[in-house]
């Protein structure tokens, strides 16, 4: 039996890009949205311990506060081009 569903209620300004996106199909893309946030924020984790382990090295320009989250505004834009119905 699959996991039940929650709800979850988000406030977003009018001017966020997943209302660029057709009302029908708004959840469906804040969905795999916050799913890819999700993976990349671990994808950051697990860079980030290999750094600290010497098994990898900062990307160039890289600082220790970009190692620690995602731009949000970068992010924003990415997706939003990648989602371009």
């Known amino acids: 039996m699959p996991d039940a569903l929650k709800r979850l209620n988000l406030q977003l300004p009018q001017s966020h890009p997943v ?30 311990r290999l750094e600290k382990r010497g098994l990898a090295t900062p990307a160039p320009g890289a600082s220790s506060q970009n190692a620690k989250g995602i731009d949000p505004v970068k992010f924003r834009e990415t997706l939003a081009g990648v989602f371009d119905f």
Do not use: T
């Open 19 to 48: 209302f660029r996106y057709p009302p029908r199909i708004r959840a469906k893309v804040a969905r795999e949205w916050l799913d890819l946030g999700m993976r990349l924020a671990s994808i950051e984790e697990r860079l980030a």
